[in-house]
């Protein structure tokens, strides 16, 4: 899905927080926001899950305009900066959380949160784990909270990989 940001501004009582921002990510395309502490990075993202609202412009999916629809509406993931993994589940189950929690309605049936968690669990190189705890892996291991991200959308493993995949450096000569 391709997110469009065109001239947004966000004020929180008269303070810009973000000023005239445009910004144009592919689908498939990944991105990394940078820039000092208090520079709207944060903010940016949480306009782009609908976690606010913009004082101004938009925020396209494709070509719908997301920016009055809801967080649930817009359906897309949404990590904090810090682990947000819940100590007491395993981590299969913090994975398939996202999926466990939705309405009843729009739930999938267990066998295909557990199937969709493990293919994840798969993509992020942690199969065989899932049954541990977030205090028994690794500061690496523990980023699985981006898988946990993924659940709700149903992506391609190949798709996934040639997104997870960073760019080879050139060998020096």
């Known amino acids: 899905m391709e997110v469009r940001v065109a001239n947004v501004r966000k004020e929180f009582d008269r303070f810009p927080a973000l000023h005239d921002v445009s ?4 689908s498939g395309e990944l991105i990394a926001l940078l820039g000092p502490s208090g520079s709207g990075k944060t903010t940016l993202l949480r306009l782009i899950a609908g976690l606010e609202m913009p004082t101004r412009g938009k925020i396209f999916f ?5 920016s009055e629809k ?3 509406e817009r359906n897309i ?3 904090f900066q810090h682990y947000a993994l819940f100590r007491h589940m395993t981590i299969l189950e913090n994975i398939s959380f996202g999926l466990k929690v ?4 729009s739930r999938p049936p267990a066998g295909e949160i557990r199937r969709r968690a493990m293919e994840l669990l798969d993509l992020v190189q942690l199969s065989g784990l899932e049954k541990r705890y977030p205090n028994q892996l690794s500061g690496g291991q523990r980023q699985l909270r981006r898988a946990r991200s993924r659940p709700r959308h149903r992506t391609r493993r190949a798709a996934a990989r040639r997104t997870l995949r960073r760019p080879r450096r050139p060998s020096p000569p």
């Open 77 to 79: 993931g949404f990590v």
């Open 62 to 66: 494709g070509d719908t305009d997301a």
């Open 102 to 105: 939705r309405p009843r309605s």
């Open 23 to 26: 910004l144009d990510i592919r």
């Open 70 to 72: 809801t967080v649930q």
